[in-house]
């Protein structure tokens, strides 16, 4: 385990996953859900899927298909984790740099956590989660950094505003409308964050920073989001049909990253226009904050 600036960064989870790749057992089962990576990535599973309460089974079948995959998935694996290993130092100064783009009062005091199988990173209980089976760091390495100060972003941020989601529970579209500004507000931020790095390492790859650095693109896609966004703030009182989660999809979904994209333009003119302090005080203020000053004339 490797720390500095108040970050951790913690390789148990996956040491316990690589043994079980090569030798599964019921005892390294059990080692594995007892866990407290195991325990957080269920807890952030089951906002969406309430009724995964076995955690014993939900990790098997990750653990079943991630083994599926074969010998060079294990390889490129491997190849992250060692990533991770031999550029901890570099990962931890940009960490610092993070402190920019939060409230001047918060201190990091949490752990980056690599995990296997699940989603591509995460913020859970204060601290981050970094999925190393995923595919888009065996494409390209050098995407773990910027992927692990997002989710560290996301730990800031969730210091002054809880995430608190339960989906299930969600009956009006205004309380629709808050988890989607919640999560533009928390996902925008985190976006922007690191943009300014990227831009120094030539490492905008990555579809939201190829579709910000585009005009046109930008313009359209932040167009779309509030076409969505709209259709739900000024029809609040209405009851949420199932079809409307679908909307959740096109606003996280791989094809069009629209909260993403929109959250991290709306940082950058809140920037630009108002100043970071002004931008750094909607994480302490709330999502209500971030759009009102995004939209303000």
């Known amino acids: 385990m490797s720390s500095s600036s108040g970050v951790k960064i913690d390789f148990s989870f996956t040491d316990l996953v690589l043994q079980y790749f090569s030798n599964p057992s019921e005892g390294l089962l059990n080692q594995i859900c007892n866990h407290t990576v195991a325990k957080k990535v269920l807890s952030n599973a089951q906002i969406s899927s309430p009724e995964l309460d076995d955690i014993k089974e939900f990790w098997k079948n990750i653990l079943v298909q991630e083994r599926k995959k ?69 494409k390209n390495k050098k995407e773990l950094i910027y992927f692990a100060m997002h989710e560290l972003h996301h730990v800031g941020y969730t210091h002054y505003n809880k995430l608190e989601l339960n989906f299930s529970e969600v009956q009006t579209r205004d309380e629709f409308v ?91 003119e809140i920037d630009r226009k108002l100043g970071r302090e002004e931008l750094n005080m909607t994480i302490i203020e709330g999502p209500k904050t971030f759009f009102e000053k995004y939209l303000r004339e």
């Not at 490129?76 to 130092?89: G, L």
């Not at 100064?93 to 690599?114: M, R, S």
Request: contains cysteine.
């Open 70 to 138: 074969g010998e060079e998935h294990l390889y490129k694996i491997n190849s992250c984790i060692a990533y991770i290993r031999d550029n901890t130092k570099t990962l931890l100064n940009y960490v610092k740099e993070l402190h920019a783009y939060l409230p001047d009062d918060f201190v990091f005091d949490c752990t980056l956590y690599l995990e296997v199988g699940y989603d591509i990173g995460i913020v859970a209980d204060g601290d981050a989660l970094l999925n190393v089976g995923h595919e888009i760091f065996h």
């Open 178 to 268: 808050k988890i989607i500004e919640k999560l533009t507000h928390l996902e925008g931020t985190a976006t922007y964050s690191v943009k300014e790095i990227r831009e120094r390492d030539y490492q905008l790859s990555f579809f939201d920073y190829e579709v910000l650095k585009d005009e046109e693109k930008r313009a359209e896609l932040v167009r779309e989001y509030f076409e969505l966004y709209d259709k739900y703030k000024y029809s609040k009182d209405l009851i949420i049909e199932e079809s409307d989660f679908e909307t959740l999809e096109k606003m996280s979904g791989n094809n069009k990253r629209l909260w993403y994209v929109t959250g991290s333009h709306m940082a950058e």
